[in-house]
């Protein structure tokens, strides 16, 4: 069992930054990929980017790729987001998720979920 739980997130102008974190708590976070999602009033549920278990590959969703940056602490059980240049339509709430698969994109591949945390940019 993991539990994931988010964190970092508020209000920031347009071209600002922020960073996110997940905590996760129980044994198997270092086995884990871990990803990050966002969901908008009205819109799907979006890929953002993950991470493999160990770190070594990231993948990016491309409306983030080169403004955002995964990373993760196995030792503290943290995964984080740094986000750059935001833009007003980064605005959403942001939910961590960690998968059994080695990288996954697909919503229905990760197997825990965190509440998330809403990031809102202001133009």
């Known amino acids: 069992q993991v539990q994931l739980v988010e964190s970092g997130g508020g209000l920031v102008q347009a071209g600002g930054s922020l960073r996110l974190s997940c905590a996760a708590s129980?044994?198997?976070?270092?086995?884990?990929?871990m990803g990050w999602f966002r969901q908008a009033p009205g819109k799907e549920r979006e890929f953002v980017p993950v991470?493999?278990?160990?770190?070594?590959?990231?993948l990016y969703g491309d409306s983030v790729k080169g403004r955002f940056t995964i990373s993760r602490d196995n030792a503290k059980k943290t995964m984080y987001l740094q986000m750059n240049s935001l833009k007003p339509e980064d605005t959403a709430v942001y939910h961590c998720?960690?998968?059994?698969?080695?990288?996954?994109?697909?919503?229905?591949?990760?197997?825990?979920w965190g509440q998330g945390t809403q990031v809102t940019v202001s133009s």
């Open positions: 998720a960690a998968s059994w698969q080695a990288l996954p994109r697909a919503p229905g591949a990760f197997n825990y």
């Open positions: 991470i493999s278990m160990n770190g070594g590959n990231t």
């Open positions: 129980g044994r198997t976070f270092s086995s884990s990929a």
